[in-house]
């Protein structure tokens, strides 16, 4: 088994970090720097931030924090929201990313996705999904923050991204996301089991064992978590501590 990854995850919107429910009822957490730092401190394995309304308004990507916390933060950072160029991948990365993540751009310009690859290598290029259950072992994809179906098949996309050229997907369930009940294992199976990149796990997680749980169900490399984190029922420490009881190789 390869070491798996936890990371938290801040959603940021107008300089602080929120958190929602289904992407709904959002309520401020608090500034992206400093907490991104303490999950530094925490021992998290990477830190991503989601500039969570930046394609929906159409601007760019929230540089000015990506620098201030690249500057107090020594593990990897990815960085998502409003990259819809190459020189947005380019300049998100000189401001301290190790990686970008395209979401709603990649649907929309699956081009950017090769892009990107093919300039600053796959290991750069994160590809962020957010899908909905439509049927039986079915799942649709939407963009812009979860607001459009693209009636775009999440099984075929994933696959269409691996070819692209991406060396990542985070998979995002909106049907868990923010509601605290586990990991959507049957959508992260499914995914897992149609690529050979790493699959990250995201979208409600609630409590200690989910992450495990995910982990000894389904093959995904990393799990994704905001809420558990941010109000501070756990630590990434006290996440880790419980793979490794289960018999699970974290860093």
């Not at 929120?18 to 998290?44: H, T």
């Not at 990649?106 to 892009?115: E, F, G, I, R, Y």
Request: proline content about 2%; overall charge negative; aromatic content about 6%.
């Amino acid at each position: 088994m390869l070491v798996k990854r936890i990371i938290p995850c801040l959603d940021v919107r107008d300089g602080k970090v929120v958190k929602g429910v289904n992407f709904e009822g959002i309520r401020e957490v608090g500034d992206p720097v400093e907490c991104a730092y303490e999950y530094n401190l925490q021992g998290a394995d990477e830190i991503v931030f989601y500039d969570i309304t930046a394609s929906h308004e159409g601007r760019g990507v929230i540089l000015d924090v990506v620098r201030e916390t690249a500057k107090k933060v020594f593990v990897p950072l990815t960085v998502g929201g409003g990259i819809s160029t190459v020189d947005d991948i380019r300049n998100t990365l000189r401001a301290g990313a190790d990686k970008v993540s395209v979401n709603s751009q990649a649907v929309k310009n699956p081009q950017l996705v090769k892009d990107g690859a093919d300039i600053f290598g796959s290991q750069c290029i994160c590809v962020g999904i957010d899908a909905k259950k439509i049927g039986e072992n079915k799942w649709t994809v939407y963009i812009n923050g979860a607001r459009i179906d693209m009636k775009l098949d999440l099984i075929e996309w994933v696959k269409q991204v691996e070819q692209l050229g991406a060396g990542e997907i985070c998979l995002n369930s909106i049907d868990t996301d923010g509601v605290r009940g586990g990991f959507d294992l049957p959508m992260l199976k499914a995914v897992v089991d149609a690529v050979k990149i790493p699959v990250i796990a995201s979208g409600g997680a609630g409590k200690l064992g989910d992450f495990a749980e995910a982990f000894l169900e389904t093959d995904c490399s990393a799990a994704l978590a905001a809420s558990l984190f941010h109000f501070r029922e756990l630590t990434v420490e006290q996440v880790k501590d419980d793979c490794r009881g289960k018999g699970i190789i974290v860093r």
